[in-house]
């Protein structure tokens, strides 16, 4: 049968339509295969560096602590005793806040918890308890008096912990749970004792001090050095802790006119104390006191020339003429003030947190027990010249240095030992055993404190 021109003519049409499509999709479907077959691709290398990169930090934090590490900060803000240890505090996160600059320890950034033990021994404990049971701190740096010491060491004992102790003391004490980073009593009280002996031919010693566990350590450890050097001991006298009435005591040294006094007074009653001295007109040029309980930052709250003259006894004067020493006290002053001081016990403290922080990165942890081992191993080139941890007692090799103060508030250096002094915490005229029992008694005697109780008797000052 014939086909109709039209019909034929779209036939025509339909199958030019069909072919054309057929040559179309015959040279699409490749590149559009590609297309797709690389956008999967892609999709798949996406998805596969999210999971990869999420199992890294999956195993990372398994692997890798990047929690805060806490310290602990215990020190008096509150109390006779706050005058002298809140600097300690600043000195301390000045430490902190530089490690912190560095990258922190173990690649993990230090945080710290400051706790106030208000010049209270049982309130040292309880901070002390809750810094490490609470709060989690790895380590404490902290106190001032003996007796804030003595009330946290049965606390870090129990929990088998670390307290890093920044103060000069009078030794007689030996824990594996402190780190003694201050001076021992070799360190710094029987060496001024000889000098005053040699240099400025004292025979006779007036000793002073307040009334709790440190000022009486050191006075017998004084008096045992005396009776060796053929010396007189004018008198023994104690102030209240705390006390502001030191008058009596004053009167004491102008009635027996000693050769020098050695003040182991701290605190508020030490800066009375030497107010006090000046206004009775007690010449040091006739009657020197040594004092081992004030420093820069005492005299700065002292009338000008209050105690111009006298002399201390430390391990670090702010006067001390080193590079170390120059960038330490630039860097406090650019912190916190260019009209501030530094002194003894907040250069001790700022290097004790240094020390500890290099024993975390030798034990590679933060765990008590590997760093308390470590520490033993510690050395530093610090603002006073080079100290190290002694690994048998925990104890810190330093120089020592007496110094006379100037008008400015600052020391003249006019003795130093040539190089640091291995730290003998019992001094070898008494054995061991006798001067842990001689500590004992003063604690039993004052009813289980180390401070002792005021009486009656006793408002002013008291002899032993």
């Known amino acids: 049968m014939a086909t109709h021109p039209t ?60 929690r805060p590490i806490i310290v602990g900060i215990l020190h008096s803000q509150t109390g006779p005793m706050a005058v002298s240890e809140l600097s300690m505090i600043e000195a301390e ?32 404990a309880k901070q002390a308890d809750r810094l490490i049971s609470k709060d989690g701190a790895c380590v404490i740096f902290g106190c001032w008096t003996s007796a804030s ?13 670390m307290l890093v102790y920044p103060m000069a003391y009078e030794g007689l004490e030996q824990s594996p749970n402190i780190i003694y980073t201050g001076a021992a009593p070799n360190q710094q009280i029987t060496p ?7 240099r400025l031919k004292a025979r006779r010693f007036f000793l002073i001090g307040s009334d709790y566990v440190w000022p009486h350590c050191v006075n017998a450890i004084i008096s045992d050095q005396l009776t060796a050097l053929g010396a007189e001991k004018a008198s023994e006298v104690y102030v209240p802790f705390g006390s502001m009435d030191v008058s009596a005591a004053v009167r004491a040294i102008i009635e027996t006119k000693p050769d020098v006094v050695l003040s182991s007074v701290v605190g508020d009653s030490a800066i009375a104390f030497a107010q006090a001295l000046r206004a009775a007109g007690v010449d040091p040029d006739k009657t020197p006191v040594l004092t081992f309980a004030l420093g820069e930052n005492e005299l700065q709250t002292m009338p000008r020339g209050c105690m111009v003259g006298n002399y201390a006894s430390w391990s670090y004067f702010q006067s001390i003429d080193r590079p170390e020493n120059a960038r330490f006290v630039g860097e406090f002053k650019a912190r916190y003030g260019s009209d501030r001081t530094v002194q003894d016990v907040m250069e001790t403290a ?39 941890v002694d690994p048998q007692t925990q104890h810190t090799w330093r120089p020592v240095s007496i110094g006379r103060i100037r008008s400015d508030g600052q020391f003249d250096i006019v003795w130093r030992s040539r190089t640091a002094v291995r730290p003998v915490p019992f001094p070898s005229s008494r054995s061991r055993e006798v001067w842990e029992k001689f500590v004992m008694d003063l604690y039993r005697g004052w009813g289980g404190k180390w401070i002792a109780p005021v009486t009656e008797s006793a408002r002013e000052y008291r002899t032993p």
């Open 7 to 66: 019909e034929a003519g779209n036939s025509r049409k339909a199958d030019t339509v069909a072919v054309a499509s057929a040559a179309v999709v015959r040279t699409a479907t490749p590149a559009q295969s590609n297309r797709r077959l690389w956008t999967l691709r892609i999709g798949l290398l996406l998805v596969a560096c999210v999971i990869i990169t999420l199992a890294w930090l999956g195993f990372d934090r398994l692997l890798n602590d990047r």
């Open 149 to 161: 010491r003595k009330g946290v060491l049965p606390v870090v004992e129990a929990a088998d912990h």
């Open 93 to 124: 996160v000045l430490a902190l806040e530089e490690i912190n600059a560095e990258g922190g320890l173990l690649g993990r950034p230090v945080q710290w918890v400051i706790a106030d033990g208000a010049s209270d021994p049982p309130t040292f």
């Open 350 to 388: 700022y290097m004790s947190v240094k020390l500890w922080a290099q024993a975390v990165r030798e034990a590679g942890t933060i765990d008590v027990r590997p760093v308390r081992y470590a520490f033993r191993r510690q050395s530093l080139n610090a603002p006073e010249g080079t100290i190290a």
């Open 192 to 198: 001024a004792v000889q000098w005053c002996y040699e």
